[in-house]
């Protein structure tokens, strides 16, 4: 089936565990990449949480501090770097479809610019940086991440929507480890977000998922919800991710807004400040 012909499910966004949403990811990926399941999008608001990488160190987090802020720590199962998520001031989305007939190369490039275009239409002077990364005014907005296995694309990302009541830039720092992060990394953090709002104060979070849902699926889309066999699986696997030592993960990696350690390339030349 080509991208023009594929009929959307859209699962709606709620406020779910962390565990939870690394479960979903996972079960949507394995039933669509089976047919079991059509092409899906589903947007996530999570309960406050550092979402760390599969190969990324349980040391890289500063558990304590986690603790201190009621953040739970998952690891998720694709790779990346940690991000923070917090219910009132963000959310994510995950795309699901098969593997269409073209260079896979290309589908970076056609699902971000779906994304851009979609922002764009709400009045955000969006630009693309690095292939994958969103940027309005000189200053990042968003990141993705995208997954190609047993015929299946599962693309991933987070949105900042509003400004958080305390400094962000701090807030992140915080929760990783002692050292990995000083004071010169959290000016330059701060200099380098930014938020929906900032730039549009009447862009609600519900014209913001309609706005994408349209872009992402060309309006070919229905609202529905998991299967009873997804739902099922969801519930066996969440329990299991609760406890991010499900996988001893090794790389020094830091944010995904400011990595550090990573062995991946010199990622912070390439952002533009």
């Known amino acids: 089936m080509s991208l023009e012909q594929m009929m959307w499910r859209v699962i709606e966004a709620k ?140 693309q991933q990302g987070i949105i900042l929507y509003d400004r958080p009541v305390y400094n962000l830039a701090e807030r992140m720092v915080a929760l990783m480890k002692k050292g990995l992060y000083d004071e010169a990394d959290v000016r330059e953090l701060e200099g380098q977000i930014t938020w929906i709002t900032q730039h549009s104060s009447n862009i609600t979070l519900q014209k913001l998922h309609e706005t994408l849902a349209v872009g992402l699926t060309e309006g070919r889309y229905k609202v529905q919800s998991f299967t009873v066999d997804e739902q099922t699986e969801i519930e066996r696997l969440k329990q299991q991710y609760h406890d991010p030592s499900w996988f001893q993960g090794v790389g020094e990696r830091g944010l995904c807004w400011l990595p550090k350690g990573a062995p991946l390339g010199a990622y912070r030349a390439e952002v533009v400040s």
């Open 15 to 154: 406020v779910r565990d962390p565990a939870e949403i690394i479960a979903i990811d996972e079960v949507l990926h394995q039933q669509v990449a089976t047919k079991k399941s059509p092409p899906t999008l589903i947007f996530n608001h999570w309960e406050p949480a550092l979402s760390i990488a599969k190969p990324q160190a349980i040391e890289d987090v500063n558990q304590e501090a986690c603790i201190q802020h009621g953040v739970r720590v998952v690891r998720a199962t694709s790779g990346g770097r940690a991000v923070y998520h917090d219910t009132k001031y963000d959310f994510s989305y995950s795309v699901f479809f098969p593997t269409p007939a073209i260079d896979t190369t290309m589908l970076y490039e056609l699902f971000c610019g779906k994304i851009a275009t979609a922002l764009a239409s709400l009045g955000l002077p969006v630009t693309i940086t690095n292939k994958n990364d969103f940027y309005i005014e000189g200053k990042k907005v968003s990141g993705n991440a995208q997954r190609i296995s047993n015929g299946c694309v599962m």
